[in-house]
């Protein structure tokens, strides 16, 4: 596995002490169904030494299922869901990405991950992880913050008006939260998954949202990007991770 110089991470404080959190960039590929089985697993391997704990990666399937992570879990028989909770120092969350949006979640006693393209961040994974996390960890919302990673930005995210009701907007509606208006010759929308789920997240209670900005589609010496792939990029997935404090990443 390469360095990871240039791997995404929070800023001091955006997760709280005790965290070792990150997003890894185009590089190490840690999608088993976009490269070699082989590689995948010496690459996921590789992230127990900086976590200083054993990622264990969900079956992820665009829904709003989470889970918590059990000690039993490993990359044959994790279940299929698209975010999860640590309470374990030894078990760190991690989640694939390669356009849609991960979150990361830090509270007293507790972590979690989430993967938030717009069918599950519309489904609601965002404010069920935050309803899991609360419960695994016995806390309240507002001592819950989130960090957002990169995914494919405002301006690359074009989406019909199927999206735009699927977040309770109104479809014949121009320019709107989340959503610019650009008629491509039929309606058509530019979606925010970043600002979709800070308006999520406030909403949830969450005391703190930070990160995002990146797009994953339009910088492409940084980031895998699955509608990308199509236009001859390198395939490959990028891994969002968090655990509770070991050392630094």
């Known amino acids: 596995m ?17 965290v070792t959190a990150f997003m890894t960039t185009r590089g190490p590929n840690f999608g088993r169904r976009a490269g070699d089985p082989g590689e995948v697993a010496a690459n996921r391997a590789g992230l127990a030494e900086r976590l ?17 992570l059990q000690p039993d879990w490993h990359d044959d028989n994790a279940p299929q869901a698209d975010a999860a909770v640590s309470t374990d120092p030894g078990l760190a969350v991690a989640i694939l990405a390669a356009d849609c949006l991960p979150v990361l979640f830090a509270a007293p ?15 609601g994974v965002l404010e069920n992880t935050v309803a899991a996390l609360c419960a695994a960890a016995g806390c309240r919302p507002g001592e ?10 405002p301006e690359a995210f074009e989406v019909g ?4 009701q699927a977040f309770g907007r109104e479809p ?10 650009r008629p491509n010759p039929a309606p058509r929308w530019r979606a925010g998954l970043a600002a979709l789920a800070r308006e ?5 209670g969450v005391g703190r949202v930070s990160g995002g900005g990146w797009c994953t589609l339009t910088d492409a010496s940084r ?12 395939r490959g997935r990028m891994a969002a991770c968090i655990a509770l404090g070991r050392r630094a990443a």
């Open 200 to 204: 999520r997240l406030q909403a949830a």
């Open 223 to 234: 980031f895998f990007s699955f509608r990308g792939e199509a236009g001859g990029r390198p």
């Open 2 to 18: 390469r360095p990871d110089a240039h791997w995404l991470r929070p800023g001091p404080g955006e997760l709280g002490p005790g």
């Open 109 to 123: 006693g507790g972590v979690a991950g989430a993967h938030a393209g717009w069918r599950g961040l519309s489904g």
């Open 161 to 164: 008006p199927e999206v735009v």
């Open 172 to 181: 014949l509606a121009r320019d709107q939260p989340g959503f610019l208006y």
């Open 52 to 68: 200083g704990a054993r990622p264990i990666f969900l079956d992820q399937v665009h829904g709003a299922r989470v889970v918590r």
């Open 144 to 153: 819950v913050q989130a960090w957002l990673g990169a995914c494919i930005g």
